[in-house]
Each structure stands twice: as structure tokens, then as C-alpha cells.
Nanobody
Framework: VQLVESGGGLVQAGGSLRLSCAAS????????VGWIRQAPGKEREGVAC???????????YYLDSVKGRFTISSDDAKSTVYLEMNSLKPEDTATYSC?????????????????????????WGQGTLVTVSS
């Protein structure tokens, strides 16, 4: 399992960015894929998660502070998960990492899957830096 993030950069407040998480070595079936961010000196936050299982279908989870601004989606043909970020705020500044974990048979959805990521389960990418200037 390999994950490579891209799309980070510097943007002014109110602007938009789209992050990509390209996966190789596995397909999304029976996996959860999430975006987690960490700002300097702060705890990690689970930003968004999407699942691909018969149990949960394509369920999603969002951190309260990004609901209505961020959207997680996937392109199965490209084995890529995206995080569309709109109306960016300076407090969104962080390194954003994507992670994937196999959830087959666990009977869990996106919110619980995010807890697995925050407990360091799964495979992780290297991260991409997002800086939002005021």
C-alpha cells in the first residue's frame, strides 16, 4: 500500500485548493481513506474520511469545522481520493496527510474509521503542506 499526496500550497483566505491522494498497491474496495492534518504545535485532527464497503457503502465523515467547506470524493478509475477545500481560513493551515486502512468485516463507517487513523492504524502518505494567508 502506497499513498502519495499532492496539491498543497499557499493560498489566500477565502481561496480553494484540491488535494489528491494517489493510491497504489491496493483498490479502494473494503478500505477507508481519510485526510488528517497537523498544524505546528497542535494535535492531529481527522478532517474527512470516506469508506468503500458493502456495510457502509460510501459513507463520509467530516470534522465539524470543515463541514460545508470541504468535500471528500474518489475517482476509482484513477485510484485517487480528493479533498476539495473551499473558503479556506488561516486556521486550516497544516500538513495534510492521507491514510488508508482495511475495514473489511469490521462493520464500521467513516467516523469510526477516522478514530483508527488517529490511533495510528493504517498506511500513511508523507503529507502535503497547506498554508492559508490572512
Amino acid at each position: 500500500v502506497q499513498l502519495v499526496e499532492s496539491g498543497g500550497g499557499l493560498v489566500q483566505a477565502g481561496g480553494s485548493l484540491r488535494l489528491s491522494c494517489a493510491a497504489s498497491g491496493f483498490t479502494f474496495d473494503d478500505y477507508a481513506v481519510g485526510w488528517i492534518r497537523q498544524a505546528p504545535g497542535k494535535e492531529r485532527e481527522g478532517v474527512a474520511c470516506i469508506t468503500f464497503t458493502d456495510f457502509s457503502g460510501s459513507s463520509t465523515y467530516y470534522l465539524d469545522s470543515v463541514k460545508g467547506r470541504f468535500t471528500i470524493s474518489s475517482d476509482d478509475a484513477k485510484s485517487t481520493v480528493y479533498l476539495e477545500m473551499n473558503s479556506l481560513k488561516p486556521e486550516d493551515t497544516a500538513t495534510y496527510s492521507c491514510a488508508a486502512v482495511l475495514i473489511r468485516g469490521l462493520g464500521i463507517g467513516a467516523q469510526t474509521s477516522m478514530r483508527l487513523f488517529l490511533d495510528d492504524f493504517g498506511s500513511w502518505g508523507q503529507g502535503t503542506l497547506v498554508t492559508v494567508s490572512s
